[in-house]
DNA sequence: CAAACATATGAGCATCTGCTCATATGTTCA
DNA sequence: TGAACATATGAGCAGATGCTCATATGTTTG
């Protein structure tokens, strides 16, 4: 059975089953909006990424010093820091060789807890 | 260059740098709930699975009409209507033949609506 | 019970992801 | 300038993921 071949009546009699899908989604964000939200709810759906980010919750730190903390490569905390600069969840101060990161958007905390309350209940 | 090699004088000077890692660490939620955590965020971090949770944001909906709303085969729905109810993102409901999903969740539309606000900005 | 309908599920496959390894880039200091 | 340090990055690989296709399960109705 694909897409097309769903009969209708098995939900409340409507009218025009077209025009309220129609309706359904242009009550919703634009398609490209929902692939950008995707995204940037896929930055917390790694635990490296969430770590990294728990750890910029308590204070700004360097690269070296995140893998020391979490027990894992320069290499792979790079490659994440890359990917969570990139989705403008952190930002990044030189100071001389070191780099530190910091968290650079202010939902970061409250997103984070308001998952943590559903894992919780 | 692994985790151990780190020379710890990049960042600011403390006297002990293994038991700040501790201290971070404890700071933060046990190992198995970050990594719950993460497969939580995982749920929203995929487009089909965001479509289905903005329409159920709507109302409640049976798979055929979801499915037949997004475009996509039923096959595809019901997998993922499975994750999402694994995951106790959503509940189901039968009647007859049908069985309609909806949300089982409270903190579903602040979540997706905070990460609408990060994507806009 | 048999046919029609609604949904669920297992196998298979192409793509994505997160790591490692090696190496490059950039900075400081002797 | 060259050595040491901090970070970034590209290639490659194993495992995860999301779909399709075929088929199974469950429900209603003739």
Known sequence: MNASDHDKSCCE???DHENLAKEL???MPPEEDLYDLADFFKVFGDSTRVKILYLLLCSE????HI??????????????????????????????KTIFYSLADAHIESILSQGYEHIKE
Chains 1, 2 share one sequence.
Do not use: N, P, W
């Open 67 to 96: 893998a020391d903390t979490l027990g894992m490569t320069q290499s792979a905390i790079s490659h994440q820091l890359r990917f969570l600069k990139q989705m403008k969840l952190v930002s990044t101060q030189r100071e001389g």
């Open 25 to 27: 989604l242009g009550g």
């Open 13 to 15: 009699v409507v009218a």
């Open 61 to 64: 730190m360097c690269v070296g």
